[in-house]
């Protein structure tokens, strides 16, 4: 009795899992039972129905897209509005909510702006002036980048390091009436960081630098003129990137001389500072049909083009390189005694859909 009491027992735990299993499959498509690939363990008929589930799911939204296409086109010829379209799910459309990102309507936001370290350059009081420096032991990289950097930033200077140190190095600016430091880190003869200190009170910020392509290893680029650039700052969202925004600005003038055509764009992606330098030209369609016109005449080519029609184009000038924020400190550069606004960390790594600018 006890023996045929046990394998009772042994048959019903192992139904257990049986039957949650298939109450799940009901409750999956309205009682009817659902057959996943991951259910099957012969590995033939599960690639098989793999396939199909695949080609059916690809069938179905290639009958939405027509059934789409078909709305818009009766939608267009009787004058009515298109529908609306879907907006793909993105990382940067799904990311974590944070409390700090800024609000057009956050009067602490403005008020701090006018007392802050940049207040001063950015309200024309004073003049940018940026002093710019390598590590002490650096390689011929190093030296390269800020040649170019020199030809971004207008009313900027370069010094040796020598042996001097970093904080003699801001003293000796804050003297002679700088108002930023750069200071460029090579590691194994290439450029690997970016440390940008704002005088006379900070705050400074060390950057991660990759991905660097200098001017002259740039296919077909451009050369800049000495006109002052325009600058463009993408999706500095929140508090910290609102201040690390302000602190890249302070380091041009603000009155960009739009004759010159020369454009610097800061673009932040998923918390990565994606650096450009371009001209661009703005040109006429109707203009460049009338060049064209001549050229194409023999050939019968007669290109179509609309009147009013405006478009641009874009010449790369160089450097180019991507900055990643490892931490900004208050104040001037001081290791031993500063304290930091933010730092990151390895825990912050969490989530791919948390961002901090």
Same mark, same amino acid.
């Given at each position: 009795?006890?023996?045929?009491? %046990?394998?009772?027992?042994?048959? +019903?735990?192992?139904? @257990?899992?049986? =039957?949650?299993?298939? /109450?799940?499959?009901? #409750?999956?498509?309205?009682?009817?039972?659902?057959?996943?690939?991951?259910?099957? %363990?012969?590995?033939?008929?599960? +690639?098989?129905?793999? @396939?199909?589930? =695949?080609?059916?799911? /690809?069938?179905?939204? #290639?009958?939405?897209?027509?059934?789409?296409?078909?709305?818009?086109?009766?939608?267009?010829?009787?004058?009515?509005?298109?529908?609306?379209?879907?907006?793909?799910?993105?990382?940067?459309?799904?990311?974590?909510?944070?409390?700090?990102?800024?609000?057009?309507?956050?009067?602490?936001?403005?008020?701090?702006?006018?007392?802050?370290?940049?207040?001063?350059?950015?309200?024309?009081?004073?003049?940018?002036?940026?002093?710019?420096?390598?590590?002490?032991?650096?390689?011929?990289?190093?030296?390269?980048?800020?040649?170019?950097?020199?030809?971004?930033?207008?009313?900027?200077?370069y010094y040796k390091r020598?042996?001097?140190?970093?904080?003699?190095?801001?003293?000796?600016?804050?003297?002679?009436?700088?108002?930023?430091?750069?200071?460029?880190?090579?590691?194994?003869?290439?450029?690997?960081?970016?440390?940008?200190?704002?005088?006379?009170?900070?705050?400074?910020?060390?950057?991660?630098?990759?991905?660097?392509?200098?001017?002259?290893?740039?296919?077909?680029?451009?050369?800049?003129?000495?006109?002052?650039?325009?600058?463009?700052?993408?999706?500095?969202?929140?508090?910290?990137?609102?201040?690390?925004?302000?602190?890249?600005?302070?380091?041009?003038?603000?009155?960009?001389?739009?004759?010159?055509?020369?454009?610097?764009?800061?673009?932040?992606?998923?918390?990565?500072?994606?650096?450009?330098?371009?001209?661009?030209?703005?040109?006429?369609?109707?203009?460049?049909?009338?060049?064209?016109?001549?050229?194409?005449?023999?050939?019968?080519?007669?290109?179509?083009?609309?009147?009013?029609?405006?478009?641009?184009?874009?010449?790369?000038?160089?450097?180019?390189?991507?900055?990643?924020?490892?931490?900004?400190?208050?104040?001037?550069?001081?290791?031993?005694?500063?304290?930091?606004?933010?730092?990151?960390?390895?825990e912050m790594d969490t989530?791919?859909?948390?961002?901090?600018?």
């Amino acid at each position: 009795m006890g023996n045929k009491r %046990k394998e009772r027992e042994v048959q +019903s735990d192992d139904d @257990a899992p049986a =039957k949650s299993r298939t /109450k799940k499959m009901d #409750k999956a498509d309205g009682g009817k039972p659902q057959l996943l690939p991951s259910m099957i %363990k012969n590995k033939d008929k599960r +690639s098989a129905l793999y @396939a199909k589930l =695949k080609h059916e799911k /690809k069938a179905e939204k #290639k009958k939405n897209a027509k059934a789409r296409a078909a709305l818009e086109s009766r939608a267009l010829e009787l004058g009515e509005e298109l529908p609306p379209k879907k907006v793909p799910r993105t990382i940067e459309n799904t990311r974590e909510a944070d409390e700090t990102v800024c609000r057009p309507d956050d009067e602490e936001l403005f008020a701090g702006n006018d007392v802050d370290e940049f207040s001063k350059v950015l309200n024309h009081e004073r003049v940018p002036k940026v002093l710019m420096t390598t590590c002490r032991f650096n390689s011929t990289r190093g030296p390269a980048l800020i040649k170019d950097l020199l030809t971004v930033i207008p009313n900027s200077e370069y010094y040796k390091r020598g042996t001097y140190d970093l904080k003699k190095i801001v003293e000796y600016a804050n003297n002679k009436e700088f108002t930023s430091v750069i200071v460029v880190h090579t590691s194994r003869r290439e450029p690997d960081a970016l440390l940008v200190i704002g005088l006379p009170n900070g705050p400074t910020a060390h950057f991660k630098l990759s991905n660097l392509v200098l001017h002259k290893d740039l296919k077909n680029h451009g050369n800049p003129t000495g006109h002052k650039p325009e600058l463009v700052l993408n999706n500095f969202t929140t508090r910290l990137g609102h201040r690390v925004g302000r602190l890249i600005q302070s380091l041009f003038p603000q009155d960009p001389e739009f004759r010159g055509r020369r454009v610097v764009t800061f673009h932040n992606q998923r918390d990565f500072i994606f650096f450009r330098h371009h001209r661009y030209t703005v040109e006429n369609k109707a203009d460049k049909h009338d060049k064209t016109k001549d050229k194409n005449k023999d050939a019968g080519v007669w290109p179509k083009t609309l009147k009013g029609d405006i478009y641009a184009q874009l010449q790369e000038c160089g450097p180019r390189f991507t900055l990643k924020l490892r931490s900004l400190q208050y104040g001037t550069f001081d290791t031993k005694g500063g304290e930091y606004e933010w730092t990151h960390k390895a825990e912050m790594d969490t989530s791919r859909r948390r961002f901090f600018l």
